[in-house]
């Protein structure tokens, strides 16, 4: 099934807002709030300390690639000479009736596991500029979160 861009931005704005509810911070356990819409490079920061995560969501099991956002701004924080900021994924999916989600958390995300693309001509937004989180599965991570759900028992176990 192709998700329309309009479904993604819901999807990752709700993803945004859980990771809030769900998580600490990964450096001091404090709240994490969200950073006001379209703040470049970062989604939600600690509300204690300098921590700041760009935050993304999907509605699939724990992969190696995930979409990532606007390359031009991306692009003119690594010319400037800035690391890729830390990276908090809500995977979120269904298996045999189960609903199940997992939060990691990677600390560092090299160059090369940034992969750039263009939307085609067609897209709502035609031929814009984006980029892909690719290999995760080589990096280190943090598992957060972790749920397995069983609906028709009522067991969640974390």
């Not at 699939?60 to 890729?84: F, N």
């Not at 009736?97 to 067609?122: G, M, T």
């Not at 995760?136 to 609906?151: A, G, I, M, V, W």
Request: aromatic share 12%; with cysteine; proline share 6%.
């Amino acid at each position: 099934m192709k998700l329309s861009g309009r479904l993604y931005k819901q999807i990752g704005n709700e993803g945004e807002i859980e990771i809030c509810d769900r998580i600490s911070c990964p450096n001091c356990q404090s709240k994490l709030v969200l950073l006001p819409p379209s703040f470049p490079m970062a989604d939600a920061q600690c509300s204690r300390c300098n921590f700041r995560a760009q935050v993304k969501t999907t509605s699939r099991s724990p992969r190696s690639s995930v979409r990532g956002a606007g390359w031009d701004i991306y692009e003119k924080v690594l010319k400037a000479g800035y690391l890729s900021p830390p990276l908090i994924v809500n995977f979120k999916w269904k298996h045999l009736k189960a609903e199940r989600q997992e939060i990691r958390f990677y600390p560092f995300i090299p160059r090369k596991n940034i992969q750039k693309y263009k939307l085609s001509a067609n897209a709502q937004r035609a031929n814009y500029k984006m980029f892909r989180y690719v290999g995760l599965n080589d990096l280190p991570y943090f598992t957060l979160f972790k749920l397995n759900s069983q609906k028709e028992r009522g067991k969640v176990e974390i």
